[in-house]
């Protein structure tokens, strides 16, 4: 038995943590949350609103624009038509709008987080432990203290999804610009570029491939996050998961399953064909 | 006071270079302070001046901190000591603007694998340096242009780099690096990754380059051949120290020590000694000038172009100046005593 004197009450700090944080600025909290969720209801408003016809067509302009296939084109567009015709359509638009608001702040948040750890050992050496823990702590444990902070609903659901889902970009971010060849680098110097020319102009261009394979990896996370995050109040097809289950409903359990497969399949599709792009560009592609 | 100074440079990779310093300042050698102390000294109290015109290379064993030595000139890297002057400034003083302004107008670097932009074209390439300047596009692409063709990669424009041959693709790294019309021309291993026959073309090319444009040339080479054909003085380094600075010839005919020497055994002498430094000068005093009849020679000839006449003549040979004065003679066994030695 481990002696009860080095017990270190760590459980306790943290609740005190986020009493404090509750009290002194959950005013700040309350701004941002209502900030994000206004842009969130706007989105998922349109995308409801919107004729499923004209949904589907430009997510297969999107489909087309990142792979000039026809087949693959034709293929996630029949998918979408299949979410459709399992009646989910609405429930997935709902999903769709919580993964579009939580990948792009996951995006907005994690590149410039992995330019600066490529560029300074110090945040890297901080962040890297950070990642890791970000990745391997159940999301349980961080939507406790989202959800005091937030309340029920989509706010805290987005907010764990974005910690469980911008590791990737962020890391691929720092190692694609840590991996730029080092004599390339020095000849933009020699020239006398400043950091800002550097990091436009050679460094980002040159990490991109490895960046759209963190975005994609991203969009992927935060698709694995809906059931999670409806637990907590997020609508959509991970409501549907979770109401199955809760009724003994399999058949309805599974229908949502695989409409959030068909979703997951559409976003990888694109997310690869934008990675293949990029890779292109970058060794041989249309100039900067 | 020479256009570029180095003085007493020293460089230290390593976390903590004050120890590894003091034991290079006390003469201490690399692998002793390796050892001792676990930092790599890249230079050890290497002082040089280079002066404006004149194409200098520095050659040594991979390892010899030529690369490292180049690179303080762009400060690329900073010295661990040392000062580096350019017409009097010293840079190490400058700003981080105040250096980016330097580098722009008066460096361009080419790289021993050439450094391109794998993701611009040719032309964006070539036209990089005024792209950092922020020259306005049109302009900088005509300069580009005309530098691109002026290398011999007209219609190549609009390639990558990775569509181009090694030998092409450091066509582009010269033109890219002559675009910004800088006074200096840092050269780093730059032909060393070519085949021989290519990289005798460019060798050739960039002659006739300098003897239009007589830019300051650093030159890096592991290569005695290439240093003494490019060379108008040649620095040897080893292990980060300077071992010996001269003429070509006087590398070759005075070498400092047997790491010098080793180097050039296998050098072809006829084609690196020149009449000036073999003949008999003429003592003032007697004016024996020789005979009217010999043949008169230039001063810079080459051994293996004299050698045919001293055949032919073996009376004796007329060393004339520029200005067609006598300033020395030579005789056929002058002459095949210098190749055999
Ligand atoms: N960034 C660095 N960190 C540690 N050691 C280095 C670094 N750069 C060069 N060196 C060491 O300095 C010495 C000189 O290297 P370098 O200048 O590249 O030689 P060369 O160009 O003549 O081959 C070598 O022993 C090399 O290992
Ligand atoms: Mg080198």
Known sequence: MFPDKLNIPLGKS?????????????????????ALLTVLVWLEHLLRAAPWWLVIAIIAAIAYHASRSWKTT???????????????????????????????????????????????????????????????????VYLIPALMLFGLGKVPAIIATVIYASPPVIRLTDLGIRLVDKEVLEASRSFGASRGQI?????????????????????????????????????????????????????????????????????????????????????????? | MSYIDIRNIYKIFGPNPQKALTLAQKGENKNDILTQTGHTV???????????????????????????????????????????LFGGENILNMTTARLNAFR????????????????????????????????????????????????????????????LSG??????????????????????????????????????????????????????????????????????LKDGAMIQVGRP???????????????TRDINRSRVLRAKTLMMPIDDNTQQAGSGDWPEIAADMRLEDILPIAIACPAGINVVNHKQQRIGTLSKDQVIAALAA
């Not at chain 1, 963190?214 to 979770?242: D, F, K, P, W, Y």
């Not at chain 2, 520095?58 to 180049?70: E, H, P, Y």
């Open chain 2, 42 to 84: 890249g230079l050890s109290n290497v002082s040089l001046s280079i002066e404006q015109g004149e194409t200098f290379v520095v050659m040594g064993l991979s390892g010899s901190g030529k690369s490292t030595l180049i690179r303080h000139l762009n400060r690329l890297i900073d010295p661990t000591a040392g000062e580096i």
């Open chain 1, 74 to 140: 034709l293929g996630l567009a029949l998918a979408m038509v299949a979410i459709g015709t399992l009646g989910l359509w609405d429930k997935a638009m709902q999903t769709l709008a919580l993964m579009i608001i939580a990948t792009g702040l996951s995006v907005i948040i994690g590149i410039p987080v992995g330019i600066g750890m490529a560029m300074s050992n110090k945040l890297r050496a901080v962040m890297i432990p950070l990642l890791d823990m970000m990745q391997t702590m159940p999301s349980f």
């Open chain 1, 199 to 288: 990091l436009w102009g050679v460094q980002l261009p040159l990490a991109l491939p490895n960046i759209m394979a963190g975005i994609n990896q991203t969009t992927m996370m935060s698709i694995s996050m809906v059931v999670i995050a409806s637990m907590i109040g997020a609508r959509g097809l991970g409501e549907q998961v979770l109401t199955g289950i809760q009724r003994l409903d399999v058949g309805q359990g599974v229908e949502a399953g695989i409409a959030i497969v068909l979703l997951a399949v559409v976003f990888d599709r694109i997310g690869q064909s934008y990675g293949k792009k990029s890779r292109h560009s970058a060794k041989a592609g249309d100039g900067a």
């Open chain 2, 167 to 236: 030998g092409m693709q450091q066509r582009v790294g010269l033109a890219r690096a002559l675009t910004t019309n800088p006074e200096v021309l840092l050269m780093d291993e730059a032909f060393s990754a070519l085949d021989p026959l290519i990289r005798s073309d460019m060798q050739d090319e960039l002659m006739k380059l300098q003897s239009e444009l007589h830019k300051t040339i650093v030159f890096i080479t592991h290569d005695l051949d290439e240093a003494l054909k490019l060379g108008d003085r040649i620095a040897i």
């Open chain 2, 104 to 163: 722009r107008a008066k460096l361009g670097m080419v790289f021993q694998r050439f450094g391109l932009l794998p993701h611009c074209t040719v032309l964006d390439n070539v036209a990089y340096g005024l792209k950092i300047q922020k020259t306005d596009r049109q302009k900088r692409q005509d300069a580009a242009r005309k530098w691109i063709e002026r290398v011999g990669l007209a219609g190549y424009e609009d390639s990558f780099p990775d569509e």
């Open chain 2, 249 to 263: 010839e006087e590398i070759v005919m005075k070498p400092a020590d047997d790491y010098v020497r080793a180097f």
């Open chain 1, 14 to 34: 943290v609740n005190a943590l986020v009493d404090w944080l509750v009290v002194n600025y959950g005013d700040a909290f309350e701004a941002f949350a209502d």
